[in-house]
């Protein structure tokens, strides 16, 4: 990753990067700061960056209006985001005509991890950020996670820090940069650019940043609410340090399906579901109510878009509100993993979501909020959620609750495991499903919109274990 | 590709395809028909399908009407496509905003050739199939070429042959499969499945059908509108033979930038391109002028839409109307390759076209229809445009005229050409170009929506070098 490091042999383009990984995964404790250290600065940032979140009724948003003609929910200077509602029509599943609103923000934004050997060691510069929809308010985000409002300055405010790590590198110091899409129920067309960089000594931690190595960051990863979504996605970016060159789980006979059938595979499903999807006026949005404080599906499922207000302690974080999406019940992210001839492969289930820019991408092998389908018969519940649900701790790997953006979403949980299916458990699967292996969705991960980011998380959490 | 070959060694899943690949492209006569019995048969073909296609007004156009309120061009079925108006806004390049007419066709067709052995050598099944928007009538097209509401059979018309071929093989039997965008310029979105599958001896070629092998097929590459763009998009899409595992001009450390550095480059000018592109009623497109015979630009550049009529002699052929979108002048599609470390590289630009789905593909090195550039200052003509029309042979490896989808498009030829540039070429280029290895573009395509169809000819084309 030096402009001076020796040329690579053939094929192994990322060994360097991955060895220096593996290194750092290897070092869970110590390095910069301990375990210890860490909880206490986290503790003192949590102090210090301490929110009061308050609900409010819409009419208190400041600069925030639905407008009379569409009923779109936006801001006055046309910035930062809109609700706007959604027409989906869909070939496939229980329901395949509905109408939603939908956060529109047709921009690309930055999520950056710059990375700094110390002592030969690889570790990450982390942020504690608060965001008003986090339930425990601060949480571990990556170096530089922005808006490109945000970072061009378009609504005033401060310099992004560490921007300039990432906007123009030195392409020898990239170690991961590529687009990934967010929430495709939530959001319309949404991704970010996600990007590992790694920097000189002249890069240091600043008063609300900390270096970690990845040991230490993967043991954050199973703790509740700690490592943010934006972390996690761009973790998931990183070339999987498991599968160095010449290591012989990565012999492709050892998977289940060629990387061709994968590909093929998510090709078919594609071409299969080019729905409908078209922005209409919120107004239009069939099922959705609208109140002074909430406006909400008629039969409260899914999730509610509210307003709140934030302030802070501190005279230099001047005081905002803005409109937050509110899921309804705790979602569950559920992956089974089982050995195929000597290799752990993951279930993985061929989503489409409305928001998708290219209609399907893998998620979990269960990713649902179980309340919304309470109402419908067992037919149509979600495969494989009853087998999720039924286990307790057999075969449990990973088990542990975890937030989605706190920027656009409030009180987002889901709870995301990572299960263990015995060797008579069927490898064949239905259409929506393939078991696939780690570096093949290391592969698909070096490419856009192959895997949600639900699933990326899961694939963070699965280098974990 | 069988079910019964041997189980191949580590990271070269594509070698058995690729070497079958090899020794097709290397049998340039002969097989199951020589290269004059080709042209024999072509030539009944073209006597067979002569088409009476004829400009006619809209008024004549039986089915499309312009809608009353918003001005676009429908059929009356809401089937088949549409011309929409397009809005764009763009942060680069010489003119940043702009509207203009665009196909609208929220569809995946099916592009797909069937290969199949004869005496141990791969054929491919190739289709001569006329257009009413080629200027030659008949041309040279894969075994499948069929948009989804054809294949779905949504306006009744007979079956498409060879059809269920493709649409659920055998996945052990599928070369390739990938979904790949059109003309960026002329539609919104579009893209195509294109699929490479083998087939067993039950397939046999029917009367507009011939097996060739892919030398054959390379050779005719070099005759002027004779492949066509759908047969040339799938051909581009067949893993590259000439990289083989072992094949020492694959060694990573020969390329001048890294796979990585590649991908971080189109991450980049993703992230950097995001301007804004809308649906808007065709009427509000500004400049665009609409008579009784044509839908042009004021100032006559870019293309028209108009009307043709369409009829054979033959009686179960019934006539039909269309519209065509009619480009001004011949384009050219030029792609500058050099010796880079004694590996052949090539020298892609990254273009925003506004009907990408994903803002920005590696396009040629040059790729214009000189004609639009004329009223412009030379500092806002195409980066090496000039250096492309100043070579008369010196280092012109193909230079042959191929004609764009026939029907969708009336008369849209473009010269395309491989330049090789000497060695003091200078292999430094401005941010949006980048010099590429062969072996760097088959990975490109073995993913969606990296290479725009214009490039991908080109990398058909190379492969016959």
Known sequence: ????????????????????????????????????????????????????VERVPFEA??????????????????????IRGLRVRSG????????????????????????????????????????????NGVQLSPTVQATKSNYTRLHGGSAVPYLDSFRVPDPRKVVADVLQSE?????????????????????????DFCWLTLGQVNALLHHDN???MDARTVLSCLPDWRYASGDSARDHTSALHKDLEIRSWITRRRAEHDGAVELIPLKDAEGWRRSGDALSHA?????????????????????????????????IAALL???????????????????????????????CAPENYAHLPPADQPPYLEEVLRRRSAGVLYDTALSEEGGRFRNAQSRYMIIEVEEDFPTSAAEDFRWVTPWQLDALLKYSHHLNVQARTLVAALRTL
């Open 1 to 52: 990753m030096t402009a001076t490091s020796p040329v690579l042999p053939a094929r192994t383009p990322d060994s360097r990067a991955a060895s220096l990984l593996a290194e750092s995964a290897a070092a869970v404790d110590g390095g910069v700061m301990t375990h210890r250290e860490f909880f206490r600065w986290l503790d003192e940032r949590r102090e210090e960056q301490a929110q009061r």
């Open 61 to 82: 948003l400041r600069g925030w209006d639905f407008d009379p003609r569409t009923g779109d929910l936006r801001h006055a200077t046309g910035g930062f985001f809109s």
């Open 92 to 135: 496939f599943g229980p329901v395949r005509e509905w109408s939603q609103p939908v956060i529109l923000q047709p921009e690309i934004g930055m999520l950056g991890i710059a990375v700094r050997e110390f002592g030969g060691v690889l570790h990450l510069l982390m942020q504690a950020k608060s965001e008003p929809g986090n339930v």
């Open 183 to 207: 929430q495709g129920s939530w959001f319309l067309h949404k991704r970010n650019r996600n990007m590992v960089v790694e920097v000189g000594p002249e890069v240091e931690a600043g008063r």
């Open 226 to 228: 700690l490592v943010n």
């Open 299 to 331: 039969r409260g499922l899914f999730f509610s878009i509210v307003g709140v207000d934030v302030s802070s302690g501190r005279r230099e974080v001047p005081a905002w509100t803005q409109p937050l999406l509110q899921p309804h019940g705790t979602g």
């Open 337 to 367: 993993v089982r050995n195929i001839g000597g290799v752990r492969h993951a279930l993985l289930r061929a989503r489409a979501e409305p928001g998708f820019l290219d209609v399907v991408e893998l998620g979990p092998t269960v990713q």
